[in-house]
């Protein structure tokens, strides 16, 4: 086996190992639902490790503009009319409730409810 393709196998097995991690840390909690499961158009609780936080301006109106993931999928979450979260901030873990939409494509929640985990 070539130097590259065990540098590369070494990459997707820890990208798999760190799923797999965040998958049985947020999965079987009481009412949470795992992003690439959770139903669109539903009142939904979903847990995950913020991956990005960016200020994205939406229709002139500052967004604060997160995705969350869980090891099985990535939602985006979108805070209308706020520049800054305390707390929100990349690699950080949280827990969020609301309605799952979908803009261009994306699956989108809207100013959810969130609560920051440990």
């Given at each position: 086996m070539s130097k590259l393709r065990r540098t590369i196998s070494k990459w997707a097995n820890n990208d798999d190992a760190h799923a797999r991690?965040?998958?049985?840390?947020?999965?079987?909690?009481?009412?949470?639902?795992?992003?690439?499961?959770?139903?669109d158009r539903e009142v939904v609780r979903l847990r995950?490790?913020?991956?990005?936080?960016?200020?994205?301006?939406?229709?002139?109106?500052?967004?604060l503009e997160a995705e969350l993931y869980d090891g099985t999928g990535v939602?985006?979450?979108?805070?209308?009319?706020?520049?800054?979260?305390?707390?929100?901030?990349?690699?950080r873990s949280i827990q969020v409730q609301g309605r799952i939409g979908a803009h261009d494509g994306v699956r989108i929640i809207y100013n959810p409810r969130y609560e920051l985990m440990p």
């Open positions: 991690d965040l998958r049985k840390t947020y999965s079987g909690g009481v009412g949470v639902d795992c992003i690439v499961d959770a139903p995950g490790t913020l991956r990005t936080v960016t200020l994205r301006p939406r229709g002139g109106v500052p967004a939602i985006t979450i979108v805070w209308l009319g706020r520049r800054r979260i305390s707390g929100i901030s990349p690699g």
